[in-house]
């Protein structure tokens, strides 16, 4: 199970991404988190899928990403994915990981976070792989 802290960071870090204007769509979560072989300096890893990511291959936006993370959490390692290639790309090798052993995490329409509101609507199953 992921701790509460780690889903509440990634919660932030999406508040803080659409206040820099992207607007992830979910995010997916894998890696230590997932498998439970975390220690003190283990990173978050997670795949930002927003559907600016299929409009532009741009440096900026990508940038982004990091530099939200830097000041939100600086454990979140992003990675940016647009919605049509999450669901169409079975060539990327981190993509084929996070959907094999990820969990997708919804995009918290409140502004509001309180730790012990999250729950399970808020992380759904394992990540299921889109039909070939």
């Known amino acids: ?13 999406f508040s803080d991404l659409r206040k ?30 927003a559907r600016r990511f299929d409009e532009t291959k741009a440096y900026k936006p990508r940038a982004l990403l990091w530099r939200v993370a830097a000041r939100s959490d600086s454990r979140i390692e992003p990675i940016p994915c647009g919605v049509k290639q999450w669901e169409v790309d079975d060539g990327t090798p981190i993509l084929e990981v996070a959907r094999r052993e990820g969990i997708r995490v919804e995009v918290s329409k409140s502004t509001k976070l309180k730790s012990n509101l999250l729950d399970s609507r808020i992380v759904s199953e394992r990540v299921q792989c889109p039909p070939k």
């Open 20 to 49: 820099s204007g992207i607007n992830p769509s979910f995010g997916v979560l894998f890696g230590s988190q997932i498998t439970g072989k975390t220690h003190e300096y283990s990173d978050i890893d997670l795949i930002v899928v």
């Open 1 to 13: 199970m992921v701790e509460q802290s780690i889903l509440d960071s990634i919660q932030r870090y």
